[in-house]
């Protein structure tokens, strides 16, 4: 007998997040939320570097609706 088991769960990234932001349809992005990784363009830019593990971790992640 087959038991349906429950997806797995998916993790979440940067990839899905509404704070990721693509100038010039960059990839992988910037962050335009976190403050804490470095940034995109040098000291006082608005975006940051995506964090090392993708946004896998990340507390301020959003997914778009
Ligand atoms: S670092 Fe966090 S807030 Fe920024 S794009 Fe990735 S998941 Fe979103």
Redesign the pocket.
Known sequence: MLIDADPPAMA???K??????RPGHAEP??????ID?PHAYGPGHPL?L??ED??AS?????EWT
């Open positions: 979440q990234s940067c899905d997040c509404r704070h990721r932001a992005g910037y962050c335009a939320m976190r990784t940051h995506l964090p993708g946004g990340c507390e301020h992640f959003e």
